[in-house]
Every structure is written in C-alpha cells, then in structure tokens.
C-alpha cells in the first residue's frame, strides 16, 4: 500500500542523506488533515536534528527527492515540519483494477469464508455474553454481545484462529433467590402453562424476590432493626443463602428445581441469540468451573500463597500489588465469582493454549480482572498475562439507568421487536417497499431493525458510556446503519439498472477522475489499513464510522456526477466498477458489524 511505499522510500532517502539507520516503520505517516493540500503526510521533525536544517528545509529536501523516485507522487507542499504529498491519481486507478474482483478486499488472505483457512498464531479465545440465569437479556447485554461477536470477527478478518466462548453464570445467591421466589410464590407457573419465554419467566420472579427482600426489610427496620442488618439477616434472604448451601452440597430437590429453571432460561436465550445474529463455539458454566476453582484456591492455600482467616475463609492478600485482600472462598466453603473465574481461566489455558483470553464485560468489572490477573500470577501461573479485559461503557436510556432487581430493563426481545415495528412504520412511510410481497417487506423490516440497533450501539467507541434512542437509530439519513444499508442497495440497484454484465472484467484506460472519484478510491483503498486498526484497539466503532464516510462520501458522487448518462462508455463503465466495489466494500464493513446488506430496499 501506498503508506508503505512512502515510508521505504522516505527512510532510504534520509539514511543516505543525513547519515540515518531508520526502518521504514520509524518513518511517521499519517493522513494529511483536510485543512492541507494532500493526501499524504510525512512527519519530518525526528530528522531535523541529523539534516541540520530548518524543519521547512527538511520538509524541501525530502519532498523533492520524493517526487524525483516516487511516481506514485504527483506533487507536495510543506506546512512547518510536515511535508503534505499528493497520490497521483494514476495510482488509484492502478488499485482499483488490481482489486476490483476481490469480494474480500481488506481482510487477511488466510481468513475465507468458512473461516481462517491457516491460522497465524495460537488462538485467540473471546469470552461474551456472560448471562446470569435468574433475569433474560436485556438493553446491556446487546451492548455485550454485539460487541463481542463483532470484534471476533474483526480479528478473524485478521487471519486470527478466533474461538468465541459464552461462560453462564448458572449459579450463586442470585440463581437461588429467583428459585426461592418461584417456589413460594409460583403457583406451578411453566413457560408451558403460561405460554412466558422461560428467561422471562424466572426473571419474573427475580424481581418478586427484591420486592419481597424490601418489603421484609422495611417491616424490620420499623420494629427498631438497624437496616444494615436488617438487609443481611431479612428471612427470605437468609433462606436464599440456605439453599445454595444446599445446592453446593447436592441436595437433591434443590438440584432438580435448579436444572429445571435453567432449562427455561436457556431455551429463551438461544431464542434472542438467534435473533441477534451472534453465536459461540463454546458455552462453558459455573456450575462446572467452580469446582476447579475452589481446587485452585485450596491448593494456593497449602502452597503458601494464600491465606486463611479463623472464621475459615480463605483469602489472596495483595498488598505488595498495591491492592487489599480479595475473598476466594468464603467461610461456609462456598465460592465466589473470583473463584469460578481461576477455574474457567485455567481450563481455557489448558484447552485452547491460546495466545489471549479477552474478556467482554463492562467497565464496572474493570477491578476484578486486574485482580483476576494479579491472583492467579501469585498462584504461579505465568499465562496470566495473556488475559485482557475488554471493557466497555453502560448502554443508558433518556429515562435512566436500568435496575434488573426492579424491573425497569429494557428487554432485549422487546426492544428488538419495537425496533421491527418503528422500522415497518418508517419504511412504509417513505415507500421504499413497492414491488415486495409481504414475505419480503416483513424480511426487510427485520433487516433494517437490527441493522439500526447493531450499527446505533457498535459506532460508539466500546470505552464510552453510551445514550441509547431507538427512534434516532432507524433514520435513513445521517449516521446511522439504515442509511448505509439503503446506500448499499442503491448501488446494487444502479449496477441492475445499467444492464451491463461481468463489470469485473471491464478495463478503463485514460481516465481522467474527478476529485470525488477520487476521494472515494482513496477511502477504498484505506479499507485494509481501517480492518487492521479496529483489530488493534478491538474497536468496531472504526469500521462502523469508516462505512458511514464511505456511504456518505458515495451518495455525494451519486448526487453531483452523472452514472449511467454518462455519454463516454469507458468513462461509464469505469464509474460502474467503482460503485460496485463500493458496495462490496460496504458490504465487508457491515459484515464485520453483523448487518446485513440488502441487495435491494
């Protein structure tokens, strides 16, 4: 690409001249800000120093012999100490015929369609989802799996060997209290009987729990209970804390309630997984990596790293690390998230061998993973490093935030199928469903939905807290997925329309582009470079933002230069080829994304 020709180019010249030893990579290049002539922009100030001139003179002497050994140079300014190239356009061109038929442009040659074909490295094992079953999916987990399943596929777009985990939290206080609660107060109520998707169902009882959790409380409180331990000691809660007793010792009643009211869950969630279009190669579950994690901290503690406490509980102090004590095992022997998290990371280790564990969990966990780290490197376990935190922003409404316990979340089903009627509604409106039968507008409006719900949550960088209004996300103009879809769509229609066939074995020669033209072959050509750093920085945001300056960067061509009246047939057919790859570009960006490109809208 070109960034790498510029940079060999400029360390060779500055080597020979000024006495250098600089590798290319050394070299700073960047994109020439749009308050420059340029395309290009070398940072000429690191050799100032060895050229023993006025960074203007650097800039002079630089640039000047860059355009006398670069042809892809067509001319260059110098600002200060930053030396402003201009790509001739002859080069774009050069690139475009090289890559036109490439449906996978941008993405590593050993990454297919059925996947990564020779995998570069160890791989790379991404935990997402991470669902508690006592409450359904909800606004903030969308957030979660979204940006777990679209960062997997970045990094498979790569050439990383991607393995996507999903651990359950099947177990703990929280499980037990919608368990406690359905069985007092349920009356036999089933997904069946009730016709409830099951998540919603025990989540149901969840929230039944807290109110009766508050209700006790209060009533303490008013017979003269401090409320601190009036909220420890409440009956229902000290009954709740019984029964995961009883279920880590293996009660056998206790056990079946549980299994059954998971199996609910479960069915729900695949269900809204399906809906989202995110998936896993594995599905781990507390419930079978607490055990190993209780065997780990057992064994830290005979081996000296940990310690105990009289009332038997079993402690990580990490002092030296500039932190305080962590419990891994509490006094009754029962376990805590930190200890499921030492199994589940020590299996993965074991199974995957992989080059890195990310973990996809919101920035209020960001604590326990640094913990996390820290504890299993005093247990001696030096791949502990490999674990990286992907921490991302809470999802909050114009209303506030959500609170699980009492009920305000914003279901995940429900606002998927909110968005499919805003999107039916706003479609319809505009007519942009004339000539679809009543499968294929119903289809549509699916499409459009979640491309707005994806496209909304997955531009906002992930370490930003971020405002979430579905009405401003189902547009089809401004920022949003549908105006990229429909853009997408456009081009389809246009290459339909032009009546032309095998576009991808046209040749254009002595085509003399205009500046739009070319602005948009500049941001194709980018493509690579924009895959590369969201791979870097595990941010989708890029290719989202990318896709949107890509669309809007088109429908400004579209609007202003005439396709299919254009009288000059090379100049027409090479107008075709750019849109086409436009939209096949498009159309990689959005799949990184998880949307989907409708041929038509």
Known sequence: MIDQIIASQTAKIVNEAFGLTLESTQVQIQKTSKDFEGNITVVVFPFVKAAKKSPEQTAQFIGEKLLETCKEISKFNVVKGFLNLEIDANYYLDFLEKNK?????????????????????????????????????????????????????????????????????????????????????????????????????????????????????????????????????????????????????????????????NSWVYAGFDKTYKKMGVDFDKIYYESETYLLGKEIALKGLTDGYLVQREDSSIWADLHENGLDEKLLLRKDGTSVYMTQDLGTAKLRHDEFNAEKMIYVVGNEQNYHFDVLKIVLKKLGYAWADSISHLSYGMVELPEGKMKSREGTVVDADDLIESMIETAKKTTEELGKIDNFDSEEANALYKTIALGALKYFILKVDPVKNMLFNPNESIDFNGNTGPFIQYTHARIRSLIKRSGLENLDEKTFANVNILDKEKQILILLHDFPGVVKQAGDNLSPALIANYAFDLAKEFNGFYQDIPVLKEENQNLREFRLVLSKFTADVLKNALGLLGITAPERM
């Open 101 to 261: 038929t490439d449906e996978r442009f941008g993405f590593a040659k050993t990454w297919s369609l059925s996947g990564v074909e020779t995998p570069t490295s160890k791989p790379i094992v991404l935990e997402y989802s991470s669902p508690n079953t006592n409450k359904p999916l909800h606004l903030g987990h969308i957030r979660n799996n979204l940006l777990g399943w679209s960062v997997a596929e970045i990094l498979k777009a790569n050439g990383y060997d991607m393995k996507k985990v999903n651990l359950v939290n099947d177990r703990g206080i929280h499980i037990c209290k919608s368990m406690l609660a359905w069985q007092r107060y349920a009356n036999g109520e089933t997904p069946e009987n009730t016709g409830i998707k099951g998540d919603h169902l025990v989540g149901k009882y969840y929230v039944k729990f807290d109110q009766i959790l508050k209700s006790q409380v209060a009533e303490m409180v008013e017979n003269g209970i401090e409320k601190d331990v009036a909220e420890k000691t409440a009956p229902i809660l000290l009954e709740a804390q019984e029964m995961l007793r009883k279920w880590e010792a293996g009660d056998e009643d206790v056990c079946k309630l549980w299994k059954m009211m």
